[in-house]
């Protein structure tokens, strides 16, 4: 008795108003997920860039041993901080991801709570709109709308990203084993070949395993 009196204390205009502001915090919550991806994605832009450079200087090298083989520390180098920037992008598109799912889950608990008192139809409730079949073709050679989520396909940039640069990056170290034998600093490059992957790793690790970058909020309930 005491909860339903609760309940009711609040006015029309009051539900309304709450409703209106979580609708603003998740719509700016998707905004700022393609804004954070567009500033990501110029660093990214500029390291594939960065890269083709190199290796068009790689193809005009001539095959001098020693050239070629600061090439390839050089992309090293490069496979290394594009890695880290594509940890980045994933964590920060998983990251906005999240919060805007933390506020359609209170939109649709508040409508569903609420949806007689501020007459909204059942069927416009967030979570019970649909998508009718008729409308639906997943074929990327078709007009009509599909069923994909843009916010997993931009995770899934950053995956592919990762998974580019990781292949770079073992690639080029590889080759360097090969060059090393014939150039004359052994150890400076044996010790960068193999120390620059290691790093990679450790940041890759701190960043996503690390309580550094994760949001109190979000895992206050763990």
């Given at each position: 008795m005491?909860?339903?009196?609760n309940?009711?204390?609040y006015q029309k205009e009051d539900l309304i108003n709450t409703?209106?502001?979580l609708y603003k915090c998740r719509d700016l919550e998707i905004s700022n997920l393609w804004q954070r991806s567009i500033f990501l994605s110029v660093f990214l832009i500029?390291?594939?860039?960065?890269y083709g450079y190199l290796m068009l200087d790689l193809v005009k090298v001539n095959y001098n041993v020693n050239i070629l083989n600061k090439y390839n520390i050089a992309c090293l180098l490069l496979s290394s901080i594009s890695i880290i920037f594509s940890v980045i992008w994933i964590l920060m598109a998983k990251a906005s991801k999240a919060w805007y799912e933390v506020y359609e889950s209170a939109i649709s608990k508040f409508e569903y709570q609420h949806f007689k008192r501020?007459?909204?139809?059942?069927?416009?409730i967030m979570g019970e709109m649909i998508f009718q079949k008729?409308?639906?073709n997943d074929s990327i050679f078709t007009t009509k709308g599909g069923a994909f989520s843009p916010s997993k396909i931009n995770i899934a940039i950053g995956q592919i990203s990762l998974i580019i640069w990781i292949i770079v990056m073992i690639s080029h170290s590889v080759y360097n084993f090969t060059l090393i034998h014939l150039t004359g600093n052994h150890i400076i490059n044996t010790v960068l070949t193999i120390a620059l992957p290691l790093i990679t790793i450790i940041i890759v690790l701190y960043i996503n395993l690390s309580?550094?970058?994760?949001?109190g909020f979000l895992i206050h309930n763990e």
């Open positions: 005491a909860s339903k009196k309940k009711n204390k409703l209106n502001k500029l390291c594939f860039t960065a501020i007459n909204l139809p059942y069927e416009n008729d409308q639906r309580k550094y970058v994760k949001s």
